[in-house]
């Protein structure tokens, strides 16, 4: 069974950085596209970057210029460098990806549990 598990969260001032890490295991193929998505308190979850197979991203506009997603297929690691913090960033980070579990089988989603980034003013 495939498990995504994110790491690097916490307690930052605005202005600073943190970098978050999403590490895929179990039984995989091939990953496809990966994302992180956030999701503050009373606000519905949104997506902040993706990365597809080939490298190519998005950034939702808020973030733009500050974040920046990557991979590492060799380790199934997803990342993201957050720069230039601001409190409106404070959130839970979810890791997403599209994953082939067996050759010639469908893709499937799979989302990571969570990480709590908070950012003060």
């Known amino acids: 069974q495939v498990q995504l598990v994110e790491s690097g969260g916490g307690l930052v001032q605005a202005g600073g950085s943190l970098r978050l890490s999403c590490a895929a295991s179990g039984s995989i193929f091939t990953i496809n596209s990966m994302a992180w998505y956030r999701q503050a308190p009373g606000k519905q979850r949104e997506l902040v970057a993706d990365?597809?197979?080939?490298?190519?991203?998005n950034y939702a506009d808020s973030v733009k210029g500050r974040f920046a997603i990557s991979r590492d297929n060799a380790k199934n690691t997803l990342y993201l460098q957050m720069n230039s913090l601001k409190p409106e960033d404070t959130a839970v980070y979810y890791c997403?990806?599209?994953?082939?579990?067996?050759?010639?089988?469908?893709?499937?989603?799979?989302w990571g549990q969570g990480t709590q980034v908070t950012v003060s003013s």
């Open positions: 997403y990806a599209q994953i082939r579990v067996q050759v010639l089988r469908p893709l499937y989603q799979y």
């Open positions: 990365i597809n197979s080939g490298g190519s991203t």
